[in-house]
């Protein structure tokens, strides 16, 4: 009898983004033609620099000619992108990462929810709280988990963050092989400072463990003091993987691509304790299950690296911080305790109340869709997150609502 994997059946129903689908349904049909202002999804807006869309029309052109036709691709990347990002992501920073260590992608999700299949059944995972759903669900699904009690799965260490940390939790105390970090973070806008990401690293050299770095919103950091990559603290290339993303720094949501930094040096253990390097894994991996991305993506991805691209990358950038920063004025203006907005397209703030009725309130009475932050885990009950991926007008008009009714 053919039967189904039993971990997913543990799953939660995606509940989040269902329910507010669901509440601005019924809001629409009382209230036909309402004139809603979206700042809920966590999806850009804008269209994708000039350079990308003239460097994708180009190779789609030499596509159609026998002579420039690009047929199955390198399973890691084109030489031509891995080398921009070594070189401009990287070394530019004085990290010390090379093109062969870098393993192009279709996006940061796809290799942010794999890269656990390298790793035995029975490891230790911790996972933020609040969370982005897709570190969690993997494990889930891999079966590292028992069952869904009272909003946390049983076997996940869940790490804490809140006010008095200000969303960095600090290392467990009780034993962890693989963690999930993710800065700036989705949903609640937060850094970690240089110290912070050090303690990170110490402690994964000195438990043999791992940790997953997801940098998706590394381009948004302004404060020159905070760290663009996990490989700027020394020690990290032993014990971190890095992921990265053209979709939120260069607007690629619906284009596709990304990328993962796997280190020579990585390493996980054996069941001897016998020191294993990750990057042949990885290797393995992707070119079993991976034939690349498509050449007219990685040509657009690359042309994120001419000094145009990166010009246009940081324009498109500054106008979502623009506006991140005018939500961040009115709710600060009206005594709200909030977070990120700075180095983050995220603005996360403390309601005041429980996360659905605030939400309901917004959308009731100013038709402003949010998302509530209890939707990422226990530790975001009473939060609120605003997206900065709008209109600078949108984002004006639902500010001067919010002034009214707040
Ligand atoms: C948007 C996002 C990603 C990027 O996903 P893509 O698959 O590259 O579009 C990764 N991590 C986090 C936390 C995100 O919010």
């Keep these: 009898m053919i039967r189904v994997n039993p971990h997913y059946s543990k799953i939660q129903a995606n509940y989040l983004f269902a329910e507010v689908a669901q509440r601005v349904k019924n809001y629409l049909a009382a209230h036909p033609g309402a004139d809603l202002i979206r700042l809920g999804i966590g999806d850009v807006t804008h269209a994708l620099p000039a350079v990308c869309v003239e460097a994708m029309v180009r190779a789609a052109r030499e596509q159609g000619s026998d002579e420039t036709f690009h047929g199955y691709g390198p399973y890691y990347g084109y030489e031509f992108l891995r080398e921009a990002i070594a070189k401009t992501d990287f070394q530019a920073r004085g990290c010390d990462i090379s093109a062969e260590e870098i393993f192009v992608s279709d996006g940061a999700k796809c ?8 790793f035995d059944t029975d490891i230790r995972v911790a996972v933020p709280d609040p969370v982005y759903p897709v570190y969690v669900d993997t494990n889930v699904m891999a079966g590292r988990t028992g069952a869904h009690v009272g909003g946390n799965y049983e076997g996940l260490t869940y790490l804490v963050g809140n006010e008095a940390n200000g969303f960095v939790p600090p290392v467990p105390a009780e034993p962890v092989d693989l ?84 280190p020579n040096e990585c390493r996980a253990y054996d069941a001897s304790g016998a020191a294993v390097p990750l ?92 998302t509530p932050g209890c939707g990422f885990g226990n530790a975001g009950a009473g939060f609120i997150r605003i997206t900065a991926f709008n209109s600078r007008e949108n984002v004006e008009r639902a500010m001067e609502r919010l002034d009214k009714i707040l």
């Design 111 to 118: 290799d942010v929810g794999n890269f656990q299949e390298i």
């Design 179 to 262: 963690v999930y970090l993710c800065f700036p973070n989705n949903p609640t806008g937060a850094v970690a400072t240089r110290e912070q990401l050090q303690a990170w690293v110490d402690w994964a050299r000195a438990n043999g463990a791992l940790i997953l770095f997801d940098a998706a919103y590394e381009l948004f950091i302004q404060d020159p003091a905070i760290p663009h990559s996990i490989y700027e603290i020394p020690g990290a290339k032993e014990v971190a993987v890095e992921f990265r993303s053209f979709s939120k720094t260069a607007g690629f949501t619906g284009t596709r691509c990304g990328y993962a930094v796997v």
């Design 279 to 370: 990057q042949p894994l990885w290797k393995r991996r992707q070119s079993t299950k991976f034939n690349g991305v498509s050449y007219p993506v990685q040509a657009a991805a690359a042309a994120v690296y001419t000094p145009e691209g990166q010009a246009q990358c940081r324009a498109l950038i500054a106008g979502y911080l623009a506006n991140a920063r005018i939500v961040l004025e009115h709710l600060n203006a009206k005594g709200y305790k909030t977070f990120g907005g700075a180095n983050s397209p995220y603005v996360w703030f403390n309601a005041g109340m429980e996360s659905w009725g605030f939400f309901d309130r917004l959308l009731n009475e100013a038709q402003v869709v949010t």
